[in-house]
């Protein structure tokens, strides 16, 4: 029995409620050392552009795009550059921009 008549745990409930605890933790600090052990990641190479009045993060990925490579991809590597959450930028801000190697 796991909990006694009066609601309190007893010691089997006690112990199982640590092993939980501590499968938990384990299981967590195994999933964080997997997310790094992938390696670091390689930096981008990257440049700095400021946004003229009316430009779009579409216009200057397009700028950026290669041949075979796509405007879209373009504007997630500057997204992911920059840290940005939304592709909404304002003349006079200063981006990262990808560069070819």
Do not use: C
């Amino acid at each position: 029995m796991l909990v006694r008549p009066d609601g309190r745990l007893s010691r089997q409930g006690r112990l199982l409620r640590t092993f939980v605890f501590v499968a938990l933790v384990v299981s967590a600090i195994v999933v964080g050392s997997k997310a790094s052990a992938d390696g670091p990641e390689v930096p981008m190479p990257s440049d700095t552009h400021t946004v003229a009045s009316g430009e779009t993060l579409w216009e200057i990925a397009s700028t950026l795009t290669g041949p075979g490579e796509s405007t879209r991809s373009v504007v997630n590597e500057i997204l992911k550059l920059n840290e940005m959450d939304s592709a909404t930028i304002y003349a006079g801000d200063q981006i990262l921009v990808p560069v070819a190697p």
